[in-house]
């Protein structure tokens, strides 16, 4: 079993709808999640982190968290053809070391 | 703030040759770095985590003698891929984490190096 799990996509959502990516993990002592954002041929950039259960919104984005069911998700909401990009879902233990997901590859359509 | 560069962004070697890749954290001091490595359409993997002033620690079947990593200062960490061989063309990617910060971890644009 990966230690981090992604459906690979392609995701393919109209612009203007919400996109949502999932992520679940196996490792019950992972302490902080995060997501990531890739464009091709570029390292990733930081979109948000979330440590604990519940919600988090930062502009369009929203991460969700429920450690009891290891699961992560992202929200994107009004999606831009400027979202398209692999998304990455990390995770962190005690450590600071992060693992990674395969991604998703989301595609927001015209 | 929190900005990480790399040097150089590409590189294009012959097999047998070493190839000296630079992280600096330019604007924060960074406790710790990472050098990431990230064939096509697969995710990143880790290859050693580095503290300023110690030994790097590599991940399981990373070998340290031919991806030799210096931590000279808070602010540069070098990887040096040695006798590379077409096998090792692939994305290399630093991150550093702040010195007084959280678990976040800044990443650098990339390394792109081929193999020939």
């Known amino acids: 079993q990966k230690e981090v799990e992604q459906n690979s996509g392609?995701?393919?959502?109209?612009?203007?709808a919400i996109a949502s990516l999932n992520c679940t993990y196996s490792d019950r002592g992972s302490q902080s999640f995060f997501w990531y954002r890739q464009y091709s041929g570029k390292s990733p950039e930081l979109i948000m982190f979330i440590y604990s259960n519940g919600d988090k919104?930062?502009?369009?984005?929203?991460?969700?968290?429920?450690?009891?069911?290891?699961y992560v998700s992202l929200l994107i909401r009004d999606s831009q053809p400027s979202d398209s990009a692999t998304y990455l879902c990390a995770v962190t233990g005690t450590a600071s070391k992060l693992t990674f997901g395969t991604g998703t590859r989301l595609q927001v359509t015209l | 703030g929190a900005v990480v560069s790399q040097h150089p962004s590409r590189v294009i070697c012959k097999s047998g040759t070493s190839v000296?890749?630079?992280c600096r954290s330019l604007d924060f001091q960074a406790t710790t770095m990472f050098w990431y490595r990230?064939?096509?359409?697969?995710?990143?993997?880790?290859?050693?985590?580095?503290n300023e002033g110690s030994k790097a620690t590599y991940e399981q079947?990373?070998?340290?003698?031919?991806?030799?990593?210096?931590?000279?200062?808070?602010t540069l960490s070098t990887l040096t891929v040695t006798s590379a061989h077409p096998e090792d063309s692939s994305f290399y990617i630093c991150s550093a984490s702040r010195v007084a910060g959280g678990l976040e971890q800044f990443f650098g644009p990339g390394t792109r190096l081929t193999v020939l």
């Open chain 1, 57 to 70: 919104e930062d502009g369009r984005f929203t991460a969700q968290l429920n450690k009891a069911s290891q």
């Open chain 2, 38 to 50: 990230q064939f096509p359409k697969q995710s990143l993997m880790l290859m050693a985590t580095s």
């Open chain 2, 61 to 74: 079947g990373v070998e340290k003698d031919k991806f030799l990593i210096n931590h000279a200062s808070l």
């Open chain 1, 10 to 16: 392609p995701l393919s959502v109209p612009e203007g």
């Open chain 2, 20 to 22: 000296k890749i630079e």
